[in-house]
């Protein structure tokens, strides 16, 4: 899954809509009790919103490489 969320955010149009979370904690919530992908009626281990996270946090870290690499 991590891979496939990787990916799917190489594309350029959704990777700044991820960066723009901030620091959010990312959530996955369902009303179709899945309560491993993310979390029902306050329950859950919310793996998608932890993936989500990890990609989110090496985006950004790889945005500020390139943007320290190219500053004069």
């Known amino acids: 899954m991590k891979s496939l969320i990787r990916e799917k955010f190489e594309n350029p149009f959704l990777r700044p809509l991820l960066l723009a979370t901030g620091e959010k904690k990312l959530t996955l919530g ?37 943007r320290n690499i190219q500053a004069p």
Not at 54 to 66: C, P, S, T, Y
């Open 30 to 66: 369902n009303k179709w009790n899945d309560t491993f992908w993310g979390v029902c009626r306050g329950n859950g281990k919310n793996w998608l919103g932890i993936i989500l996270t990890e990609i989110r946090e090496k985006i950004r870290l790889e945005f500020e490489e390139e």
